[in-house]
């Protein structure tokens, strides 16, 4: 019998202990978690905050006698403090009692997560300023709402949780400004696509403030607060800090895990860092890219679950592997669906891949069938080959799992030629004739034609 | 300057007309149409006859006066009655004065469509007695709606336009009753799916007999009718025949043009069928499945659309190849959505290919997020290969979109392990962690390494 210790129990951790478990149930599996929960679906708190009949509670998936159940070891409110890969032995203060022990490990998973990046902003120790990451930062947002009833919210950051949590707080009546610093909202989404989230925002009455640094946040008196910025100042009643995350490596640094150029744990296929017997899993861990072949860090739920797995797999002696990711990632605001999959035109340049871009936009059902609206779709296709790089759509229907289809071509490496032959499914309830996504592929098709033509014109009167 | 004539003028024949005239403007590119419309979105007549305030003239996408205006020698009320394909004439009919003409042409696009099968069942003749295939067709029943005011419907059919007949009418406040001959409704469909579909029409208060075959339809004193099948009578109002239709190929026969083994024209990826000049598209002709790789005729409106552009395409001079069909098709019924790819596992059997089935159910969105329901899915696995083969899925949710992502790994020869790694979007209010794509694909390599096991430890017996 050996020892599997699981340093975090959140998705990656909690995959990682269970699957671990399930392949050796005779070892010993323990699950370090310095928080009061487990295993919750911390991408349910946007829509559980908007209501307020519902608690945090429900977002639990496993409770700790359900993970007890399973044969898992698991100490809540025990942080992991230092480790020892030499020796093997991970140094455990229990946060209730405040002792600290050592446990030995044959195997260690670190599944640390991640932390939201504060900025060095004067005030965000204020009452009323929040950040949403745990389960125990959404409970103190939820009860402050319930208990303050603030009128008034800024957002600062206008990335995907920032559009959620504008959503949310906005249903619950209050009256929401994103502040963002850079010049659109959800930066890493073409600006044809950044656009339409603005107008959803517009359209339901969020004001929306981009290329605005945020300077201080300070009282004003009452239970009010001031957010000023380089532009002048938001009166406000709550603050919400997100403007991203940054990997938790430090116990990693500490036990000798090398970093990747991200800043985030460097791992193999199998999720095993430098150091033997080290696994790292999820929010703390690069991936491989399936379309760049770089290591990347796209901290996300489905990644941490699926990594999680194999890296629970593998330090329970298996040799199973991580297929990458391909920077899926879709989130609702309003009526608005919004995914991107593969690399945006700027990213592939970055890389040295030369792209073809190409904007469509084509209704999500039938002409005439109620509900059928513009999806708008960009494409990235790499200039020689076709082969598709990425795509984004925005459109008030059926957006994210139309993504999945060019999700599914970068997994195959697919043409945009071999795209809009796709035998994609049709009826007026669902889609026109002609998907989106064939649309989409047509219209770069042609402008790789395009750009071959202009570019054979060229050498033609280069060698002339 | 050459000939193109074009028999048939809704989604292939236009397609093909409007594409041929697009690479040789200079051509004369003749449609003979035997009906009084052109290019009408067919699939949308269940939906247009639902809703009382619209008509069917709707559906129309392009009028005669569109249609002149690309250039187009478009012939209303004309119908082909013969091919000369030796002299390369057609003989026409003008349907409005009686005359009778002959076209020549250099290149020929067949695009004659499909044609409802009529049982041969006494009394289909009866006042009340419908199909729905032509523009026409879907007039008269929503004239008869408007002027009889029937209260009660049976549809004989329990195919997809049966299906979306019976919500059509049924949203019109008609009792409605399908009778099946088939033991299940929507033949095609895995009977897990079927299921759903049998309870779906239920909930919504359609009743629904199969195994049951009509004998006669007859007249019951008034405006009443009796529809008379082996297991006892339904009285009604009104009569949907909807038992499929057949490839109308009487003047390809006569042209000397060869028939596939399914009935439909045979043709190549470029459309051509065994006579020079000769072009054959949409629902009177075959299309290669991408799957088994054979001729197969599932006449759909993607499909004609599709192959009309390439059969316009090269009956223009051009050597454009029309990829094939997955067998994608996809309903809604009531708020249940229902889609296919690929073959069944009959279907496979059929064809020697030796498959492992998976039955899996994942809800369509995050535990919590309202509308979260469950979703089947049937998933068709190639024993040894793991190669996909076909997959189904029924649900209250998104479920054709979904069907894209397995109809996009079909066109690439993916695997279900390559299915179960794919980066598919997530989002609480579109998805669970978990997608139900990535669960049935989970299920099915499970299951293909169970029989993998099996096979091996029988071989082991064997060996013994």
Chains 1, 2 share one sequence.
Request: aromatic fraction near 4%.
């Amino acid at each position: 019998m050996s020892r599997i210790v699981v340093i975090g129990g959140v998705a990656a951790g909690m995959s990682a202990a269970s699957q671990a478990k399930r392949r050796q149930p005779d070892d010993d599996v323990v699950v370090l978690e310095r928080g009061p929960y487990v295993s919750y679906a911390a991408c349910g708190m946007p829509y559980n905050i908007e209501d307020p009949a519902r608690t945090l509670d429900d977002l639990v998936v496993l409770t700790p006698a359900d993970v007890r159940e399973r044969g898992i070891d698991l100490r809540l409110r025990h942080r992991a403090s230092g480790v020892d890969s030499g020796r093997r032995v991970v140094t455990v203060q229990d946060l209730e009692v405040g002792t600290t022990v050592e446990v030995d490990y044959d195997a260690l998973v670190l599944a640390t997560g991640a932390t939201p990046v504060q900025p060095p902003i004067p005030g965000l120790d204020k009452r009323g300023v929040f950040v949403l990451r745990q389960l125990t930062d959404g409970q103190a947002l939820k009860q402050h709402l319930a208990e303050a009833r603030p009128a008034r919210a800024v957002i600062v950051g206008a990335g995907y949780i920032g559009m959620e949590m504008a959503e949310s707080l906005r249903s619950r009546g209050l009256a929401v400004t994103v502040v963002e610093r850079m010049d659109q909202v959800t930066p890493g989404f073409d600006p044809v696509i950044a656009a339409l989230v603005t107008d959803a925002l517009g359209r339901h009455g969020v004001s929306v403030e981009t290329g605005v640094a945020v300077q201080a946040v300070e009282e004003a008196g009452g239970d009010g607060l001031t957010v000023r910025t380089d532009r002048g100042c938001l009166p406000t009643d709550v603050v919400l800090v997100a403007v991203g995350v940054r990997p938790r490596v430090e116990l990693a640094r500490s036990a000798g895990v090398a970093l990747g150029e991200t800043g985030a744990i460097a791992v193999d296929d199998g999720m095993r860092t430098n150091v033997p017997g080290v696994f790292a899993a999820g929010d703390c861990a690069e991936a491989r890219h399936i379309v760049s072949g770089r290591p990347v860090w796209i901290p996300l739920g489905t990644t941490a679950n699926k990594q999680g797995k194999v890296a629970g797999a593998n330090a329970a002696g298996a040799t199973e592997v991580f297929a990458g990711v391909a920077g899926t990632v879709g989130f609702k605001v309003f009526d608005l669906e919004v995914a991107r999959t593969g690399l945006t035109a700027t990213e592939a340049a970055s890389l040295g891949i030369d792209v073809v871009t190409a904007v469509s936009r084509q209704p999500s059902r039938a002409r005439g069938y109620p509900g059928a609206n513009p999806i708008t779709t960009t494409l990235a296709a790499e200039r020689g080959t076709g082969r598709l790089i990425g795509a984004q759509m925005a459109g008030v229907g059926v957006v994210a799992k139309r993504i999945d289809v060019f999700a599914t071509a970068l997994a195959a490496g697919l043409t945009v030629e071999a795209l809009e032959a796709l035998d994609l499914s049709y009826a007026p309830p669902f889609a026109p004739v002609y998907d989106p996504v064939l649309v989409a592929a047509a219209v770069a098709r042609k402008r790789l034609q395009a750009a071959a033509r202009k570019e054979a014109a060229a050498v033609g009167r280069v060698g002339r």
